[in-house]
C-alpha cells in the first residue's frame, strides 16, 4: 500500500505568506505534527506538546519569547483558564481562551517532574528566552519563513484588533 502524507503537509513551505489563516495556525497547534516533523527524537510527544505550548501562547495570547520564559508553573491555571503574568514587580491574572488553556494542559500532563519554578523544562533544567527564539528560528527555516514566533504573535493582535476591544488590544500591544 503506497504511504498516504499526513494532511499537514499542505502547510509547506509557508514561505511568502504576511500572516497566518485560522486553519495554518491550528494545523501548527496540533502535538501529533509536531511528532510527525521530528519523529526520531527520544521524548517527542513531550517535546512535541511543549512546542505547541510555546507557539500556543505566541498565537492565543500574544506572548513574547521573554515572557514565555518567565512564566512560572504555579502561575498557570488552565483549568480557571488563567494565567498570572510577572511584569516589573507586579502581577496580573490575565485570561486565556479555552484552546490556549488546552495546550497548556496537554503540557503540564507530560511536563517533566522538576524542582525548578518554571512552567517550560526539560530533564535538564529551565527552557530560556534564548531557545524559545532559536526553536522558532529554526522552525521557521523549516517551513520557510523568518520570523515564524512575530508571525504567531501577529496572528494574535490580528484576531484581538478585529473583535473591537481596543482597551485589551492597547494592553496587549503594550506587554
Do not use: N
Amino acid at each position: 500500500m503506497p504511504h498516504k502524507s499526513p494532511p499537514d503537509a499542505v502547510l509547506l513551505p509557508l514561505k511568502g505568506m504576511p500572516a497566518f489563516a485560522v486553519g495554518v495556525v491550528f494545523a501548527l497547534l496540533r502535538w501529533q505534527f509536531w511528532v510527525r516533523r521530528w519523529i526520531r527524537l527520544d521524548g517527542r510527544e513531550e517535546f512535541a506538546k511543549r512546542t505547541v505550548a510555546i507557539f500556543g501562547l505566541h498565537a492565543l495570547a500574544g506572548f513574547k519569547s521573554t515572557a514565555i520564559a518567565g512564566l512560572l508553573l504555579r502561575d498557570c491555571d488552565p483549568e480557571r483558564r488563567l494565567i498570572v503574568v510577572r511584569m516589573l514587580g507586579r502581577a496580573t491574572e490575565l485570561p486565556i481562551s479555552g484552546a490556549l488553556a488546552y495546550l497548556l494542559k496537554q503540557w503540564m500532563d507530560v511536563r517533566p517532574t522538576s524542582p525548578l519554578p518554571e512552567l517550560f523544562v526539560t530533564r535538564t533544567g529551565a527552557i530560556h528566552r534564548s531557545t524559545i527564539m532559536a526553536l522558532a528560528r529554526a522552525v521557521g527555516a523549516t517551513f520557510g519563513v523568518g520570523g515564524l514566533a512575530e508571525l504567531l504573535q501577529r496572528f494574535f493582535f490580528d484576531a484581538l484588533s478585529r473583535t473591537g476591544d481596543k482597551e485589551a488590544y492597547r494592553y496587549y500591544r503594550a506587554a
